[in-house]
């Protein structure tokens, strides 16, 4: 059974950091590429950042560039994102997901960015 769970979501003001961080089991990890995507409240899904197999090739969304930076461990099933000079913009629910399809996603983690 694949499971993704993800974790290290909180509450930060506005310029913190945040690492979150997505346990993968129940497939092969390290041949599959990854994303995360954030749900704002009373918005859609928006995808956030993208990483592949290997983890060397990397693409993140406009919004978050040069300010997240997404990262995989094969060895441990994990998929990271680092989260710096977080924005209110930022509050959301992030989802870690299997680029496949149909996707397979965890049940999220909160990031709450508020002075």
């Known amino acids: 059974e694949v499971q993704l769970v993800e974790s290290g979501g909180g509450r930060v003001q506005p310029g913190g950091s945040l690492r979150l961080s997505c346990a993968a089991s129940?497939?092969?990890?390290?041949?599959?590429?990854m994303s995360w995507v954030r749900q704002a409240p009373g918005k859609g899904l928006e995808w956030v950042s993208h990483?592949?197999?290997?983890?060397?090739?990397?693409f993140y969304a406009d919004s978050v560039k040069g300010r997240f930076t997404i990262s995989r461990d094969n060895a441990k099933n994990t998929l990271y994102l680092q989260m710096n000079s977080l924005k209110t913009e930022d509050h959301a629910v992030y989802y870690c997901?299997?680029?496949?399809?149909?996707?397979?996603w965890g049940q999220g983690t909160q990031v709450t960015v508020s002075s």
């Open positions: 997901a299997t680029h496949t399809f149909p996707p397979y």
């Open positions: 129940g497939f092969t990890f390290s041949t599959y590429d």
């Open positions: 990483i592949n197999s290997g983890g060397d090739s990397t």
